[in-house]
């Protein structure tokens, strides 16, 4: 366990569906994301918050939506997805200052839309 | 957009072997970060070096930078089966968010 617990570790929906991505950090630290990755393609940065403040939104569809209740929690709800939506979901936390340091990234998220 | 970018995209070599990664990109850093990632896993986090930094050891791990022509490289020494993962550099040229290369694959055999 890295400290990030991102649960389902596997979700396969249909394209009519409503479902929702956790993610859970308890290492203090003020900054949490979600990446996309898909085959052979680089990790997209889909959402940033800091401070429990949303500060990025990577001109990401709206059929994704993220939440975030506190500075512990982060969620990614899902709904009417694309079957090109299909990807390993990761969540990271960090601490957000000046220098910058490392994120610490969840196991992810398989997902499969049919 | 993407701002680092790994060179070689894989890479294969024996047990015992040293592996060499690069990684160019574009534009300022406050810091560049290499991260493994074994398949179907999240990332891990390897090392970080700081813009004023030129060199940095973690174990079998050392990382250079070079800010001059915008590189870094990342060599692992002493290789192992279970270094077999693909290997990230990341930059943090947007601010706080860290944009990613699209890796290296590299595989050691025993």
């Known amino acids: 366990e890295t400290g990030v617990t991102q649960t389902p570790r596997h979700l396969v929906m249909g394209m009519t569906n409503k479902k929702s991505l956790k993610c859970e950090q308890h290492?203090?630290?003020?900054?949490m994301y979600w990446y996309k990755q898909s085959a052979k393609k680089p990790l997209e940065l889909m959402f940033v918050y800091s401070l429990e403040e949303r500060v990025e939104n990577n001109s990401v569809p709206s059929r994704f939506s993220p939440e975030c209740p506190n500075s512990s929690h982060l969620f990614l709800h899902l709904h009417t997805l694309q079957p090109e939506d299909s990807a390993l979901y990761l969540c990271a936390s960090s601490q957000d200052g000046p220098g910058g340091y490392g994120y610490t990234f969840g196991s992810g998220t398989r997902l499969t839309v049919v | 957009s993407q701002q680092g970018e790994e060179d070689p995209q894989a890479l294969s070599i024996q047990e015992g072997e040293n592996a060499t990664m690069n990684c160019s990109y574009k534009?300022?850093?406050?810091?560049l970060q290499w991260y493994r990632q074994n398949s179907g896993r999240g990332l891990v986090h390897l090392i970080l070096i700081r813009s004023n930094e030129r060199e940095k050891h973690s174990g079998r791990l050392r990382v250079t930078l070079d800010t001059s022509k915008k590189s870094s490289s990342l060599l692992i020494t002493a290789s192992r089966a279970a270094d077999t993962a693909s290997y990230f550099c990341?930059?943090?040229?947007?601010?706080?968010?860290?944009?990613f290369g699209a890796g290296t694959i590299l595989r050691v055999k025993s």
């Open positions: 990341a930059t943090d040229a947007q601010g706080n968010k860290l944009v």
């Open positions: 290492l203090g630290h003020n900054a």
């Open positions: 534009t300022s850093i406050n810091n």
